[in-house]
Nanobody
Framework: QVQLVESGGGLVQAGDSLRLSCSAS????????LGWFRQAPGKERESVAA????????NYADSVKGRFTISRDGAKNAVYLQMNDLKQEDTAIYYC??????????????????WGQGTQVTVSS
């Protein structure tokens, strides 16, 4: 089992940057990949970025490529999402999630078993 707690959300203006953090804790020896998802009002939850257990491979949604960076700190059991040049369409609740598929950075929502409670990101014009 993996417990996830996100932080770092807030209200920013378009063009600003924000960094989300997710603290992960799990059973000793358990390996898992991590991902960030988001859900805007009235829309389905969509994948944003994913990273493998080793942190050596990442994947991004086309809408955030070049603006967002996912990274992982194994020593702290944490994953981060650095978001630059934020746009109004980035407004959503952002969720951290963990998958037991840890060798490839999957973007498939159905592959993720554990979810955090989410953190709100609001981008104003």
């Amino acid at each position: 089992q993996v417990q996830l707690v996100e932080s770092g959300g807030g209200l920013v203006q378009a063009g600003d940057s924000l960094r989300l953090s997710c603290s992960a804790s799990g059973r000793t020896g358990l390996r898992y990949g991590l991902g960030w998802f988001r859900q805007a009002p009235g829309k389905e939850r969509e994948s944003v970025a994913a990273i493998t257990w080793s942190g050596g491979d990442t994947n991004y949604a086309d809408s955030v490529k070049g603006r967002f960076t996912i990274s992982r700190d194994g020593a702290k059991n944490a994953v981060y999402l650095q978001m630059n040049d934020l746009k109004q369409e980035d407004t959503a609740i952002y969720y951290c999630a963990a998958t037991l598929q840890y060798t490839m950075p999957t973007m498939r929502k159905d592959r993720y078993t554990y979810w955090g409670q989410g953190t709100q990101v609001t981008v104003s014009s």
